[in-house]
């Protein structure tokens, strides 16, 4: 059974950096992406960013291009966020793609997810 944990989350203050960190086990999934999506409370789940491991195709949501980077080590992908925004106030989670070789946005494309790190952006 495959498992996801993430890691890294906590409080900033605006403009500030953190990386999250989310490891899988029990599986093999180096043909799949893994992506980070987050959901702010009372809103819907918003997809941040995806990348394969082989080739490195990469696509990010439009409110974090540039500011955000996804990268992968193995069975290991992070999140690098730069100039935080309070508007990036929300729980992050990382899932795995069911298409192989392929990115994806959209959370119906992703089987498994991970439980979920806190990230506050605040002064």
């Known amino acids: 059974q495959v498992e996801l944990v993430e890691s890294g989350g906590g409080v900033v203050q605006p403009g500030g950096s953190l990386r999250l960190t989310c490891t899988y086990s029990?599986?093999?999934?180096?043909?799949?992406?893994m992506g980070w999506f987050r959901q702010a409370p009372g809103k819907a789940r918003e997809f941040v960013a995806c990348?394969?491991?082989?080739?490195?195709r990469t696509t990010y949501g439009d409110s974090v291009r540039g500011r955000f980077t996804i990268s992968r080590e193995g069975n290991t992908a992070y999140l690098q966020m730069n100039s935080l925004k309070p508007e990036d106030t929300a729980v992050y989670y990382c899932?795995?793609?069911?298409?192989?070789?392929?990115?994806?946005?959209?959370?119906?494309?992703?089987?498994?997810w991970g439980q979920g790190t806190q990230v506050i952006v605040s002064s």
């Open positions: 990348r394969t491991l082989h080739g490195g």
């Open positions: 899932a795995i793609t069911q298409r192989l070789w392929q990115v994806a946005e959209t959370a119906d494309d992703f089987g498994s």
């Open positions: 029990g599986g093999a999934f180096s043909n799949y992406a």
